[in-house]
């Protein structure tokens, strides 16, 4: 019988992995920032961040709610951009495994909003971006490099805007705010993503993204003529900086 529970929950993680829609590899000792994004509807409603071991009973391990820390999680609510944020620091391996970003409907008949991800920590990440948050001017260009291992150099590469979700492939796309993005692969474990003609509309959260996994880029655009320091959205930690596996 024990052998037969370790078999079922076995597999029963391997199924919650495969259906999740977002997997992100990380590095061992890093901090990531994740964007969660929920209806307009919510915007009174908890937010909080929670670890799914199994996937069974609709059940997780609540670790924070909205602007709170807990432990080694922070999670920051944004209502006017009906987003919030979910930074872990000094991610271990055993952080590994299913996580919800969810919004509190309350009731035991009206199931919580939810989104699942998947994250995976370990010594060489399969995906990484050498900077996590990047700012440009109006009208003007920004660039982000995604490094990826060699097991994903045959995969397609993406650049993909978390809300709404949009994405571009390998190659020069014009798109409706007149911006465009240009995405470049050099088939040495690295492409680079151009957006050119920044609009203020352009600001936001991006995930490079390869295959199965992806990681998130905040972009901000500041006005033509500010300064330096006046961003179109608030400052938000940046996510981690790591090198990908040779």
Not at 16 to 44: A, M
Not at 90 to 112: F, K, N
Not at 124 to 153: F, H, I, K, M, N
Request: glycine share 8%; net charge negative.
């Amino acid at each position: 019988m024990n052998y037969l529970l370790i078999s079922m929950f076995f597999i029963q993680s391997i199924e919650s992995r495969r259906w999740s829609e977002r997997q992100l590899s990380l590095q061992t000792g890093g901090t990531v920032t994740i964007p969660c994004h929920y209806d307009i509807k919510y915007i009174q409603h908890k937010k909080y961040w929670c670890y799914d071991a199994v996937g069974t009973f609709n059940y997780c391990k609540i670790l924070a709610y909205g602007n709170t820390t807990q432990d080694r999680v922070t999670v920051t609510d944004y209502p006017a951009q009906s987003l919030f944020t979910v930074t872990m620091r000094d991610l271990q391996s055993g952080d590994s495994g299913m996580y919800w970003c969810a919004v509190e409907i309350g009731g035991l008949t009206e199931p919580d909003d939810k989104r699942d991800l998947y994250l995976t920590v370990q010594s060489d990440p399969d995906l990484s971006v050498v900077e996590g948050r990047v700012s440009g001017q109006e009208g003007g260009s920004v660039s982000v490099q995604c490094l990826y291992s060699a097991g994903y150099q045959n995969e397609q590469k993406q650049w993909c805007r978390s809300k709404p979700w949009s994405c571009y492939k390998v190659g020069r796309t014009d798109t409706s705010q007149n911006s465009a993005v240009q995405i470049s692969d050099d088939g040495r474990r690295s492409f680079s993503v151009e957006m050119s003609g920044l609009q203020k509309s352009d600001a936001g959260w991006y995930w490079c993204k390869t295959g199965d996994l992806q990681i998130p880029v905040h972009l901000t655009v500041r006005g033509a003529n500010a300064a330096s320091t006046d961003s179109a959205v608030e400052l938000i930690e940046p996510v981690q900086f790591c090198t990908a596996r040779n």
